[in-house]
């Protein structure tokens, strides 16, 4: 079974500073999918970045990139430039690809973005 | 976008009793899903439906059921409500399974089982 470690419960961070969260996980598979979800504070839980296990550029979208390290089994979230929208809780997760596209989520971590 | 509902987000019940938690999504959706969320343990797979009628135990389906009638409808039965059941549950959907396919996710529904 494949597990997913978020070993940070909370951060917090300045507006326009940048924070890194950490993510690992444990899998004996070749191939895999990694996803960050945000939650914002009251807020429907949304994608925020997903990579490809077989895909060696580190995935980014706008503010947000990644850190893959597919040996040591690391899947860490940058947030650069943070914004007070930024506030929310961040889960990493993992999905085998299977027909059934199941996720395994790790414990999350609560981003607080202080002005 | 993508839109998916729940019925309630909040849910007051009492030990013993069924619980009814509805899930409707608007996008035509192959897969559904139900999680609970409880803090320090992120999100846990309770059930999912990957076709009308058809259904899969997740990580944690004691204590539940699910009925899937209709393709866009995915609904969680808790046939004895236990306060161990006090929970955030939420709903997600996906259109195809397998792949880098975004789950869409409905609000929550925090339930309180006294």
């Known amino acids: 079974a494949q597990t997913v470690t978020q070993s940070q419960p909370e951060m917090s961070v300045q507006e326009a500073e940048t924070v890194t969260l950490s993510c690992t996980y444990d899998?004996?598979?070749?191939?895999?999918?990694l996803f960050w979800y945000k939650q914002p504070p009251s807020r429907q839980m949304i994608l925020v970045i997903r990579?490809?296990?077989?895909?060696?550029q580190n995935a980014t979208e706008n503010r947000f990139s990644v850190n893959f390290q597919k040996a040591a089994k690391s899947f860490s979230l940058k947030i650069s430039d943070s914004q007070l929208g930024d506030t929310a809780m961040y889960f990493c997760?993992?999905?085998?690809?299977?027909?059934?596209?199941?996720?395994?989520f790790g414990a999350g971590t609560q981003v607080v973005v202080t002005p | 976008d993508v839109k998916v509902t729940q019925s309630s987000r909040y849910l007051v019940k009492r030990t013993g009793e069924k619980v009814f938690l509805e899930c409707v999504q608007d996008?035509?959706?192959?897969?559904m899903f139900w999680y609970r969320q409880d803090p320090g343990l992120g999100l846990r797979l309770i059930y999912f439906?990957?076709?009308?009628?058809?259904?899969e135990k997740g990580d944690i389906p004691e204590g539940y059921s699910v009925s899937r009638e209709k393709k866009e409808r995915f609904s969680l039965i808790l046939e004895s409500a236990s306060t161990n059941q006090t929970s955030m549950y939420l709903c997600?959907?996906?259109?195809?399974?397998?792949?880098?396919?975004?789950?869409?996710f409905g609000p929550g529904t925090r339930l309180t089982v006294l």
């Open positions: 997600a959907s996906s259109l195809i399974a397998g792949g880098p396919d975004t789950q869409y």
């Open positions: 899998t004996s598979e070749n191939n895999y999918y």
């Open positions: 990579q490809e296990a077989y895909k060696q």
């Open positions: 997760a993992f999905m085998k690809p299977t027909i059934w596209g199941k996720l395994q």
């Open positions: 996008m035509d959706h192959e897969n």
């Open positions: 439906s990957y076709d009308v009628k058809m259904k």
